[in-house]
Antibody, heavy 122, light 109 residues
């Protein structure tokens, strides 16, 4: 059974940093691309970032490019999102999602975690 | 930037067919994926690669794509199908980005 468990969310002041983690199990982690997707309160889904199976290809939404960094550690079956220079508009539930293929731009998410809440407020 | 457009809402009576559309310039080249999200829950994949149904998803869910429009069809919609539905695809311009449609609220009553 595929399991994705996010952690690292919380309340943070504007301009500060936060690192999210996603622990994966139930599948061969290094065979698949991974994504971060967020959902602001009462709003729709927003794709944040994707990373290919071997970290060889990475992409970001314009709204986070230059501030957020996605990474993965295949030895630890883990996905990360380093979020710097946080803004109020980054407040959202952040989901970790597994792709169905090895490259994040040729497939789509097939399994999702339950999310971790990030609140950016002074 | 690349966008996918969905109608904000669709309403049907139980047993009727619900159709939710998703339009995007890259859809002739890129697959569409569809997700169901019920209140307070994580999204669930209901259709992948335009028309394939994951195991465990009822047969009443189907997908199709033609030109710049993908369509999710729920044949004989049930009350339990009431949820938000999102399409997803990727940019074909080489930017390597994913994108979600704005979501469609399906009401079945």
């Amino acid at each position: 059974e595929v399991q994705l468990v996010e952690s690292g969310g919380g309340l943070v002041q504007p301009g500060r940093s936060l690192r999210l983690s996603c622990a994966a199990s139930g599948f061969t982690f290094d065979d698949y691309a991974m994504h971060w997707v967020r959902q602001a309160p009462g709003k729709g889904l927003e794709w944040v970032s994707g990373i290919s199976w071997n970290s060889g290809s990475i992409g970001y939404a314009d709204s986070v490019k230059g501030r957020f960094t996605i990474s993965r550690d295949n030895a630890k079956n883990s996905l990360y999102l380093q979020m710097n220079s946080l803004r109020a508009e980054d407040t959202a539930l952040y989901y970790c999602a597994k792709d169905g293929v090895y490259d994040f731009w040729s497939g789509g998410p097939d399994y999702w975690g339950q999310g971790t809440l990030v609140t950016v407020s002074s | 930037s690349y966008e996918l457009t969905q109608p904000p809402s669709v309403s049907v009576s139980p047993g009727q067919t619900a159709r939710i559309t998703c339009s995007g310039d890259a859809l002739p080249k890129k697959y569409a994926y569809w997700y169901q999200q019920k209140s307070g829950q994580a999204p669930v994949l209901v259709i992948y690669e335009d028309s394939k149904r994951p195991s465990g998803i009822p047969e009443r869910f189907s997908g199709s794509s033609s030109g710049t429009m993908a369509t999710l069809t729920i044949s004989g919609a049930q009350v339990e199908d009431e949820a938000d539905y999102y399409c997803y695809s990727t940019d074909s311009s080489g930017n390597h980005r994913g994108v979600f449609g704005g979501g469609t609220k399906l009401t079945v009553l």
